[in-house]
């Protein structure tokens, strides 16, 4: 199991942008799938964006697509999430997550970035946005 640490979270103002960066240990990266998911109190995760180590395929929820770009550098062991044209909306914990990339991820075609199919989290990192 993958030990994950995120980090870049802060405050920003409507329009701007950060990074985030999950920094994994504890096993070979390139073998996980890697998602970021959101959260408000009271809320559940929302899947916010995936990266499958297989072809490097993609999933972004329809709320960030266009603005938030996923990434993975699998020799340094670090997951990316570029988040551009921030939004008041956007100020959430934000968590990465990893899943052995086995069957079960695959057998899910589109539909694997839900926080049910993750079993190794990170602490969360603060985004906040506002003016």
């Known amino acids: 199991q993958l030990q994950l640490v995120e980090s870049g979270g802060g405050l920003v103002q409507p329009g701007g942008s950060l990074r985030l960066s999950c920094a994994a240990s504890?096993?070979?990266?390139?073998?996980?799938?890697i998602g970021w998911f959101r959260r408000v109190p009271g809320k559940y995760r929302e899947g916010v964006s995936c990266?499958?180590?297989?072809?490097?395929?993609?999933y972004y929820a329809d709320s960030v697509k266009g603005r938030f770009t996923i990434s993975r550098d699998n020799a340094k062991k670090t997951v990316y999430l570029q988040m551009d044209s921030l939004k008041p909306e956007d100020t959430a914990v934000y968590y990465c997550?990893?899943?052995?990339?086995?069957?079960?991820?695959?057998?899910?075609?589109?539909?694997?970035?839900?926080?049910?199919?993750?079993?190794?989290w990170g602490q969360g990192t603060q985004v906040t946005v506002s003016s």
């Open positions: 504890g096993g070979a990266m390139d073998l996980y799938t």
């Open positions: 990266i499958m180590s297989s072809f490097g395929s993609t």
């Open positions: 997550a990893a899943q052995f990339e086995d069957r079960l991820i695959t057998d899910l075609g589109d539909d694997y970035c839900l926080d049910r199919v993750f079993t190794s």
